[in-house]
C-alpha cells in the first residue's frame, strides 16, 4: 500500500528565511503525481505545488519550490524568503491512476514563521 | 468565483441524531469525494464519486453515506453518529473523473463534533 510520511511534526523559521519541510513516500508504480497543500488557520486547505513523476524538472511556484528525488521517493519542499502568512499547516500528498483519485496524505508539518 | 462550498461549516450534535453535511462545486467537476482530518493522521478519504450515480467507498467509508443524484451536489450522510466520527470533513472536486489524476480543490471544511 502506499504511504506518505512526514516526519517533521513541527517547525520555526524567522521571517524572510528559508525552510525545507521534508516528505518522503512509498510506492512501487512508476506513475503517479505529488502535492503539497497548505492549511493555514482558516483551516481551508490550498494547493501551493504540484509534480508529476514523469516530469524531471523539479516544479516551482513563485516563492516555493520542490526537490523531487524519485530515485529516493523524496519530495521536500523549500519555502524560500519565508513570510507571516506561511505560517501553517503543510500537507505532502500522493495519487496515482490506481488509486482513483485518492489522495494520501501524510501526517502534516506545522510551520512557524517568527517576526 | 469557482468554490466548493460545504454547510454548516461548524456543528454539535448528539449520538445517534442523523445529520447532512452538504457539499457543492460550481466548476462542473465530474469528480467529488470527502475526506476526514484527525490529529496525526493528516486527511483520508471516506468516499468518492467519480460521475453521476457512480460512488465507491474510500478507506474509512463505516458509518457514512454518500449520495451523487447531481454533477454538482455529494452530500455526506451520518445516519447514527457516534463520538468517533467527531472530526474536521472536507469535501474537494476535480476536472478529471479520477483517470488521470486531476488536481483537487477543496471546500472550507466542517468541523463536526458529537457528543
Known amino acids: 500500500a502506499q504511504t506518505v510520511t512526514q516526519s517533521q511534526p513541527e517547525m520555526s523559521v524567522q521571517e524572510a528565511e528559508t525552510v525545507t519541510l521534508s516528505c518522503t513516500y512509498d510506492?512501487?508504480?512508476?506513475?503517479?503525481?505529488l502535492f503539497w497543500y497548505k492549511q493555514p488557520p482558516s483551516r481551508q486547505m490550498i494547493l501551493v505545488i504540484r509534480?508529476?513523476?514523469?516530469?524531471?524538472q523539479n516544479a516551482t511556484e513563485n516563492r516555493f519550490s520542490v526537490n523531487f528525488q524519485k530515485a529516493a521517493k523524496s519530495f521536500s519542499l523549500k519555502i524560500s524568503d519565508s513570510q507571516l502568512g506561511d505560517t501553517a499547516m503543510y500537507f505532502c500528498?500522493?495519487?496515482?491512476?490506481?488509486?482513483?483519485?485518492?489522495?494520501?496524505f501524510g501526517q502534516g508539518t506545522e510551520l512557524s514563521v517568527k517576526p | 468565483e469557482a468554490q466548493v462550498t460545504q454547510n454548516p461549516r461548524y456543528l454539535i450534535t448528539v449520538t445517534g441524531k442523523k445529520l447532512t453535511v452538504t457539499c457543492s462545486q460550481n466548476?462542473?467537476?465530474?469528480?467529488m469525494s470527502w475526506y476526514r482530518q484527525d490529529p496525526g493522521l493528516g486527511l483520508r478519504q471516506i468516499y468518492y464519486?467519480?460521475?453521476?450515480?457512480?460512488?465507491d467507498k474510500g478507506d474509512v467509508p463505516e458509518g457514512y453515506k454518500v449520495s451523487r443524484k447531481e454533477k454538482r451536489n455529494f452530500p455526506l450522510i451520518l445516519e447514527s453518529p457516534s463520538p468517533n466520527q467527531t472530526s474536521l470533513y472536507f469535501c474537494?472536486?476535480?476536472?478529471?473523473?479520477?483517470?488521470?489524476?486531476?488536481?483537487?480543490?477543496f471546500g472550507p471544511g466542517t468541523r463536526l463534533t458529537v457528543l
Open positions: 474537494a472536486s476535480s476536472q478529471g473523473g479520477g483517470i488521470p489524476p486531476d488536481t483537487q480543490y
Open positions: 510506492t512501487s508504480e512508476s506513475n503517479y503525481y
Open positions: 509534480q508529476e513523476a514523469y516530469k524531471q
Open positions: 500528498a500522493f495519487t496515482s491512476y490506481n488509486q482513483g483519485g485518492k489522495l494520501i
Open positions: 466548476m462542473n467537476h465530474e469528480y
Open positions: 464519486s467519480m460521475n453521476v450515480e457512480v460512488t
